[in-house]
């Protein structure tokens, strides 16, 4: 990559594979193309700083830790991050273990995105690899023989690429140069997430029913745990001082059942996230490719965004090491096709899980919801079932 120079006109650069999104996807990507003698440029719209505090996503499938130890990232995560066995489903008096371990073979990590995302930014760091942070106005232009424009420290650039790849999340600019169709559906709830210092009062996640509506009592370390309640979509924060959220969820994850405690303490971070599902299909127009959030979004409930976006790019980074440095376009003709097989199982997945756990003020549904919870709970084929999807599917499946 040369970068150019000039003052007031468009400054060129040229790569292999430009990037657009520094999140995981994106910097995942960047890191095995170069393991793979593929040169790359990642472009993003926020500061470093930023992207590295997101709070998100926390619970990395087994092939997902697989795959960041096999590409020299796992250092970290396997000293600080807690391998589970598997979760807790509940409903009103009611609490049951599944085992995925001992039902799958396979468990997985509590390891927080913002702890991924630091992990990926200093192997960038040590790979000397360019990640631009900060740029404005992203354009993609020209899928037969693409280039990226954006605006960096107020200098107008163009990066020249043999291939465009859009990680730019939900909304970033790439997917408005993929045609195709789209498939989407809205849930009428949300989630009003926490981050509370306080030591978590479970051992492993908390998946909760209840009339009032789902809790999920989560961690992101010894000393910080992650709580969600489902509140109705269109939540405004300012109805949830802090005191209301906690006695929410004593109710809904059952504070005082067999003699269980729900730890309080000072909550630091709040948000509401709202819930739907949406796949864009195909996930590749000419030299221009889509991967992660760009292509799919799954509601949380299954634990699947951050590792389908990590799927995608265990894909997507060999077939285009194939196609770059070896001129073999096979895999990359197959990547969508492959990728969406993973994708449709994971957004059912979602959506069994959503469904099956959030209230819906439907007295019949309700009914239904604790029959399905607990023939999961008692019947191995249930338990395995879930555990099968939620520890994860092979990267290939
Ligand atoms: C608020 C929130 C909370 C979430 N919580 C959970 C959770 O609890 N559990 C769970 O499993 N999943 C959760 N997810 C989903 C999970 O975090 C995502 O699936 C995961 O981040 C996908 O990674 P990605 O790299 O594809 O996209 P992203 O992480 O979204 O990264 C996309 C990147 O592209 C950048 N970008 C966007 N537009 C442009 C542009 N024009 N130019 C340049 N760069 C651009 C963005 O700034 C971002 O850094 C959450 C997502 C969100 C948004």
Redesign the pocket.
């Known amino acids: 990559m040369v970068p150019g120079s000039g003052g007031g006109l468009t400054v060129p650069m040229r790569t292999q594979v430009a990037v657009?999104?520094?999140?995981?996807?994106?910097?995942?990507l960047s890191h095995l193309l170069a393991a793979g003698g593929v040169d790359s440029v990642v472009?993003?719209?926020?500061t470093r700083a930023?992207?590295e505090s997101?709070?998100?996503?926390?619970?990395l499938e087994h092939s997902t830790v697989g795959l960041l130890r096999s590409a020299g990232l796992g250092d970290r995560l396997l000293r600080e991050g807690d391998e589970h066995r598997g979760v807790y489903l509940q409903w009103p008096g009611e609490r049951h273990h599944l085992d995925f371990v001992d039902l799958v073979g396979r468990g997985v990590w509590v390891y927080g995105?913002t702890e991924v995302?630091k992990d990926l930014g200093r192997a960038r760091d040590a790979g000397g690899q360019q990640v631009l942070y900060d740029?404005?106005?992203?354009?993609v232009h020209d899928p037969a023989d693409p280039h990226v424009t954006?605006t960096l420290d107020g200098r107008a650039r163009r990066l020249d690429a043999d291939v465009v790849v859009g990680?730019?999340?939900?909304?970033?600019?790439?997917r408005e140069v993929v045609p195709g169709n789209t498939w989407q559906r809205t849930y009428p709830y949300s989630?009003l997430?926490v981050l509370a210092d306080v030591a978590p009062s479970t051992d492993e996640l908390i998946y909760a029913w209840h009339p009032d509506g789902f809790a999920l009592n989560?961690m992101r370390s010894p000393a910080v745990t992650?709580l969600?309640l489902q509140v109705p979509a269109g939540t405004d924060l300012a109805q949830w001082p802090d005191e209301r959220i906690w006695d929410a969820l004593a109710a809904r994850l059952g504070h005082g059942q067999d003699g269980w405690e729900l730890r309080r303490g000072p909550i630091t971070e709040k948000?509401v996230?709202p819930m739907r599902s949406f796949v864009r299909a195909p996930m590749r127009h000419g030299r221009v490719f889509l991967?992660?959030?760009?292509?799919h979004?799954?509601p949380?409930t299954?634990?699947?965004?951050?590792?389908?976006?990590?799927a995608?790019v265990a894909l997507l980074a060999p077939a285009l090491v194939a196609l770059l440095a070896e001129k073999d376009p096979r895999l990359a003709d197959e990547y969508s096709d492959r990728a969406l097989r993973r994708v449709w199982r994971c957004t059912h997945f979602s959506w069994w899980m959503t469904t099956m756990l959030h209230a819906n003020e439907d007295p019949f549904d309700a009914q239904l919801q604790l029959s399905q919870l607990r023939w999961v709970a008692s019947s191995e084929a249930g338990a395995r079932g879930l555990a099968e999807n939620y520890a994860g599917l092979p990267i290939g499946f």
């Open positions: 657009i999104g520094a999140g995981p996807a994106g910097l995942l472009v993003e719209s926020r930023h992207v997101r709070i998100r996503a926390g619970i995105q995302q740029v404005r106005d992203t354009a954006f990680c730019d999340g939900s909304f970033g600019p790439t989630w997430g989560s992650r969600y948000g996230l991967a992660g959030d760009a292509a979004i799954v949380p299954g634990a699947k965004g951050l590792n389908l976006a990590v995608d």
